[in-house]
């Protein structure tokens, strides 16, 4: 996929989050019959974010690319995450999302729009956390040959983890000891100083214990509040980087009554999450996430 | 006082009766002892889930008398909201039920609106009186004398007309009366003496009337009310309920009014309006806040 300014589909993304900020899709290079969600609802082009976008980042905290040369051409994948603000950017009438995006090329054209907006700051915080102005390094890092697995390794690796987590097995999570994971901006695992969570999270018990690992949460058996990790979509992979994609919901039914477990979440929701797994000498060593919840059930749109 | 037919009322009593045992066993989960036809047909604010999942599960209370209800006799179909509990939060459960030839439910559909709910687009607390809303409300449930009646098609059109009203700006579409109330959530939102919302700032506009609103702009955020359907109507007691979305794009892009959401969403709501002497004389609505383009089926969705 080359853009209109000669870039690729990294570039690609840019440009959406730029057109975004300007109100401007037709900038785009847009299929005739592309298909556009937003929050899983197949909306007009034009309307919900893009009528109230004013600004858009420099930068994308993650990204990951994929492309694909088939009969029908070049088919590419690109996803990111990044922050921008909704209504006047320059007084208070403004306010901060962060906004995932993932776009499908087909061809020179985009095919496919999905996006998340994450509209309220993560974990009971004011505001989002600074962190996600910049882009991750640790995720754009490029792998030594030896620690790089094929697009299979990858995404058995992720659904591993998932797996893990619906069932709370920490046997099924193939994660290094020292695999940080960052959700909406905040790290939630191996911070036992609870860096950037407000107190009233922290007092609640919130994950099972902050400063433990990713598995040792789950023996913790904090997560069997989550019922389900369903409908996963492994919509971008890059070996040389060891990334992998995933967008599904966690189905959370609430404090279900009778449950031999408590649920920090009282109604039932269902949380739509892109998570990207960053995988090297076929361990999990970061996670970076991103999610909202919506009603009990809903379903992505794709 | 009109009359209305035996087997009408007979109708009227067993849905009665169903709605009743609902709300009764809700706390329990036991929609088991319900009279199920096979294969029926449950949703929960647009989602197709299991009978038993969603609210029947996590439901601790539900107030024994209900703030309104609207029985459609000749459709066999009842609508009816009223107070329910979940671990202990108060929420507001609007449930729809229909039966077939054989007095068994095939369709029930739920709307629950939640309060400080992390599935709603809506990150504040959003107004409820629970108080109001525990018991029926006051003359809604009186009889129309038979001069005043509207037919099934005139309480239709005067829904409509509301609807139509609101969501373009022309006052001249709604048949209200000047002393119409208009309870939304149990909180009254016009002719208040008051002139602000409870917890709220003052707002000039909540003394006005229902058709001031609309002549003075302060609708001009609504774009739209959309995917309106279940239609019931009880011309007897001159009742009209319907279904839709109130479409809010948000402070978009050079918009000079006033715009109550900085991002955009869609709130579903149920509305009902008693008519009169071919004006509405009284609005009882129940409204949550979903994300922007939401339907309510998911046929609809994809």
């Known amino acids: 996929m080359i853009t209109a300014r000669g870039g690729g589909l990294e570039d690609l993304l840019g440009e959406y989050y730029a057109a975004l900020a300007a109100g401007d899709p037709g900038r785009l290079p847009l299929a005739a019959d592309v298909r556009f969600t937003e929050n899983g609802q197949r909306i007009a082009i034009g309307t919900g974010l893009w009528a109230t976008a004013t600004r858009a980042a420099d930068s994308r905290a993650a990204m990951v690319s994929e492309e694909a040369y088939g009969p029908g051409g070049t088919a590419g994948s690109v996803a990111g995450w990044g922050m921008i603000t909704e209504g006047a950017a320059e007084d208070a009438d403004g306010a901060d999302a962060l906004l995932g995006v993932r776009l499908r090329t087909t061809g020179k054209a985009i095919s496919e729009i999905e996006t998340v907006v994450v509209r309220r700051a993560p974990f009971g915080r004011a505001t989002f956390p600074e962190r996600l102005l910049e882009p991750s390094a640790a995720m754009a890092r490029i792998l030594e040959p030896t620690d790089r697995g ?13 797996d893990g987590v619906a069932r709370d097995d920490a046997g099924l999570i193939p994660a290094a000891d020292d695999c940080i994971r960052i959700e909406n901006g905040l790290q939630t695992v ?40 369903r409908d996963r979509r492994f919509v971008a992979a890059d070996t040389a980087r060891g990334l992998v994609l995933v967008c599904c919901f966690f189905d959370h039914p609430g404090k279900v009554r009778g449950a031999g477990f408590d649920s920090p979440i009282v109604a039932p929701n269902s949380m739509l999450i892109w998570e990207l797994f960053k995988v090297a000498g076929g361990l999990i060593r970061r996670i970076e996430a991103i999610g909202a919840a919506f009603p009990y059930g809903m379903r992505a749109g794709w | 006082m ?15 009766s169903y709605a009743d045992r609902y709300f009764e066993l809700l706390p ?14 449950f949703s929960e604010n647009g989602q197709r889930l299991r009978l038993g999942q969603g609210l029947w599960a996590t439901a601790t209370g539900a107030a024994r008398t209900r703030a309104v209800t609207v029985l459609d006799g000749p459709a066999g179909q009842i609508a009816t909201w009223g107070m329910v509990t979940e671990a202990g939060h108060d929420a507001i459960l609007g449930v729809r039920l229909k039966v ?177 002497g071919g004006l509405i004389r009284h609005i009882e609505a129940i409204i949550a806040w979903f994300p922007y383009g939401y339907r309510w089926t998911p046929e609809e969705q994809r």
């Open chain 2, 100 to 276: 077939d030839d054989e007095g068994l439910i095939d369709e029930i559909d739920t709307f629950v609106v939640r309060f400080n709910d992390m599935a709603s687009t809506f990150s504040g607390s959003g107004l409820l009186d629970a108080q109001r809303l525990a018991g029926p409300t006051p003359g809604l449930l009186d009889l129309v004398d038979e001069g005043d009646r509207p037919s099934a098609a005139e309480l239709r059109r005067a829904a409509d007309g509301y609807l139509d009203g609101v969501s373009s700006g022309e006052v001249g579409l709604i048949p209200v009366a000047d002393d119409c109330p208009r309870i939304e959530n149990g909180v009254q939102t016009v002719l208040r003496a008051d002139g602000l919302l409870p917890g709220r700032a003052p707002n000039p506009a909540t003394a006005m009337g229902v058709a001031q609103q609309v002549r003075e702009g302060v609708t001009r955020h609504i774009a739209a009310a959309r995917d309106r359907g279940m239609y019931l109507t009880d011309p007897s007691r001159g009742l009209v309920m319907v279904r839709f979305f109130f479409d809010h794009p948000g402070a978009v892009r050079g918009w000079q009014g006033r715009a109550p959401f900085i991002g955009p969403n869609s709130m579903p709501a149920w509305e009902v309006f008693k008519v009169r």
């Open chain 1, 190 to 229: 191996l911070n036992p100083d609870a860096d950037g969570f407000p107190a009233t999270f922290v007092s609640s018990g919130g994950l099972g214990g902050l400063g433990l690992g990713v598995r040792a949460q789950i023996r913790t058996l904090a997560f069997r509040y989550i019922e389900d990790i």
């Open chain 1, 150 to 162: 094929t697009r299979e390794d990858l995404v058995r690796a992720a659904s591993g983890y998932l």
């Open chain 2, 2 to 16: 009109g009359e209305v037919s035996q087997e009408l009322q007979e109708r009227r009593a067993y849905l009665g």
């Open chain 2, 28 to 41: 329990s989960g036991g929609h088991q002892q319900l009279p199920i036809a096979p294969g029926v047909v």
